[in-house]
Nanobody
Framework: QVQLVESGGGLVQAGGSLRLSCAAS????????MGWFRQAAGKEREFVGY???????YSADSVKGRFTISRDNAKNTVYLQIMSLKSEDEAVYYC???????????????????WGQGTQVTVSS
């Protein structure tokens, strides 16, 4: 069982930056693929990006160039750095995890086994 706890959300001005963290329990963190999703009010949960166990990261086209995903296996933590925040970035951000494997795609919420409770990001104009 893996428990995920997101933190770092809050109220940020448009154009600002934010770093979200997701701390994972357990000893096998380095073997997990970690994903980030977000869900705006009244909308479906949306894929943001993932980072594989080997450190390869991929971001959705909608956030590419502004969002960066990284991980620190020594701290069992994955990060989502958000730059140049826009109003459309306002959402609850979730991290997710599953054991990595060949053929992992990671674009769908159904690709992940474990989820955090989410952290709210609010963007003020």
């Amino acid at each position: 069982q893996v428990q995920l706890v997101e933190s770092g959300g809050g109220l940020v001005q448009a154009g600002g930056s934010l770093r979200l963290s997701c701390a994972a329990s357990g000893r096998s963190f380095s073997f997990y693929a970690m994903g980030w999703f977000r869900q705006a009010a009244g909308k479906e949960r949306e894929f943001v990006g993932y980072i594989r166990s080997d450190g390869h990261a991929y971001s959705a086209d909608s956030v590419k160039g502004r969002f960066t995903i990284s991980r620190d296996n020594a701290k069992n933590t994955v990060y989502l750095q958000i730059m140049s925040l826009k109003s459309e970035d306002e959402a609850v951000y979730y991290c997710a995890a599953r054991s990595d494997y060949d053929g992992f795609r990671g674009l769908s919420r159904y690709d992940y086994t474990y989820w955090g409770q989410g952290t709210q990001v609010t963007v003020s104009s």
